[in-house]
Every structure is written in structure tokens, then in C-alpha cells.
T-cell receptor, first 113, second 114 residues
Framework: EAEVAQSPRYKITEKSQAVAFWCDPI?????LYWYRQILGQGPELLVQ????????DSQLPKDRFSAERLKGVDSTLKIQPAELGDSAMYLC???????????FGAGTRLSVL | GQQLNQSPQSMFIQEGEDVSMNCTSS?????WLWYKQDPGEGPVLLIA?????ELTSNGRLTAQFGITRKDSFLNISASIPSDVGIYFC??????????????FGTGTQLKVEL
């Protein structure tokens, strides 16, 4: 069964360091999403791509977060510099197209010390 | 950001019991989804609802899309230990800018006693 792949599964970093997360969506899925999930809450959307273009990054803290999907397939989310409050699960999801069901990866658990 | 209200927040039930949880919103959604999330994993889709009033089943799970389009419920019949986890409802909006937005509920944590 096709899956959304994410790496690493876990990341521990010190504040002010840079971190990067990688996501490979289900093959053929045009839409890719990055979510942040704080412990005890539901996921919240950070950024959405349609192919290689950003269609919604209104909730992305752009002073320290960046995301790219250069060839319209896999994607990278970067935080620089990391802050203590960035500790969370970062989830990637993909859908066949906009409006279709989103399928989630296993996530990257980030701990900032 | 906005989140949907789910209740109950947590449930502790006996194996074999039926479970019911619901989700309410101040906004209308055209699609409702229910996901289950195990510890340290991403959410897994359980049921998708596309039409107001729709009742859909997936094995022991049954979900309904409220006729006001502002609520949904999920029932689990004859619970088993592997039903343990956090259940999230989510409402899907299609945005005018071309994207779409999934708004998640606050989650219901289910614990099953053997």
C-alpha cells in the first residue's frame, strides 16, 4: 500500500540550531501539506503545495520557517533558528488533488532543548 | 487556529462496549472526516462523509454527517483493545484561492479496559 514517507522520525536539537524535515508523498499526488501538531491537540496546517507552487502559507511563521517542493514531488520543511516552542510533531500529508482525501505520514517528532 | 470541539475529551470503557463521540463546529463544512492516531504515528483515515445527513459504515465504525453540516458523530461497536488511540474529526473547506483546508477537532482519547 502506498504511503507518505517522512524522515527523520525523531530529531533532537538545541535552540538556535537549524533543522530540516523531508517528505515524499504518495506517487502521483499533486497536493502536499505540512502540519504541526502540539501534544494534546489536533494538527494545524503550516503550508500547502499544488505541484511545486505554494497555494497557502498563511500559517507558516516565515521569519524562521521555510518550505520548498522544487520539482513538485518531495518536499523539505526547514526551521532556522529553532526555538523551544517549536517542539512538536511535524506531519506531512498528500492528496491526489485539491479537495481530495489527505493521507498522512508517520511524522517527525522534534524536541528542541 | 480554529479547532472543532469534540466530546468527550477522553473515554475509558470496557472491551465489548459501544462507543460514541461527536464533533461540533460554528462553521459549515462540505466534507467531514474521521481519523485515528496511535501514539507516535500520523493520523489514519477511518471514514469520509460528503453529504449532509449521510450515514456511512466501515466495519464496526459508523459515522454520520449532521444535517446542519456543522456536526458529525462516530460510533464504534463492540470495542476491542486495538481501538485504543485518539480519534480526530476534521472538516474540509475548499478555499477561494485554490487550496483546501482541513480543520481538526480537539480529539477524543479512547482507552479500553480488558
Amino acid at each position: 500500500e502506498a504511503e507518505v514517507a517522512q524522515s527523520p522520525r525523531y530529531k533532537i536539537t538545541e535552540k538556535s540550531q537549524a533543522v530540516a524535515f523531508w517528505c515524499d508523498p504518495i506517487s502521483g499526488h499533486a497536493t502536499l501539506y505540512w502540519y504541526r501538531q502540539i501534544l494534546g491537540q489536533g494538527p494545524e496546517l503550516l503550508v500547502q503545495f499544488q505541484d511545486e507552487s505554494v497555494v497557502d502559507d498563511s500559517q507558516l511563521p516565515k521569519d524562521r520557517f521555510s518550505a520548498e517542493r522544487l520539482k513538485g514531488v518531495d518536499s523539505t520543511l526547514k526551521i532556522q533558528p529553532a526555538e523551544l516552542g517549536d517542539s512538536a510533531m511535524y506531519l506531512c500529508a498528500s492528496s491526489l488533488d485539491r479537495g481530495n482525501i489527505q493521507y498522512f505520514g508517520a511524522g517527525t517528532r522534534l524536541s528542541v532543548l | 487556529g480554529q479547532q472543532l470541539n469534540q466530546s468527550p475529551q477522553s473515554m475509558f470503557i470496557q472491551e465489548g462496549e459501544d462507543v460514541s463521540m461527536n464533533c461540533t463546529s460554528s462553521s459549515i463544512f462540505n466534507t467531514w472526516l474521521w481519523y485515528k492516531q496511535d501514539p507516535g504515528e500520523g493520523p489514519v483515515l477511518l471514514i469520509a462523509l460528503y453529504k449532509a445527513g449521510e450515514l456511512t459504515s466501515n466495519g464496526r465504525l459508523t459515522a454520520q454527517f449532521g444535517i446542519t453540516r456543522k456536526d458529525s458523530f462516530l460510533n464504534i461497536s463492540a470495542s476491542i483493545p486495538s481501538d485504543v488511540g485518539i480519534y480526530f474529526c476534521a472538516g474540509l473547506d475548499i478555499l477561494t484561492g485554490g487550496g483546501n483546508k482541513l480543520t481538526f477537532g480537539t480529539g477524543t482519547q479512547l482507552k479500553v479496559e480488558l
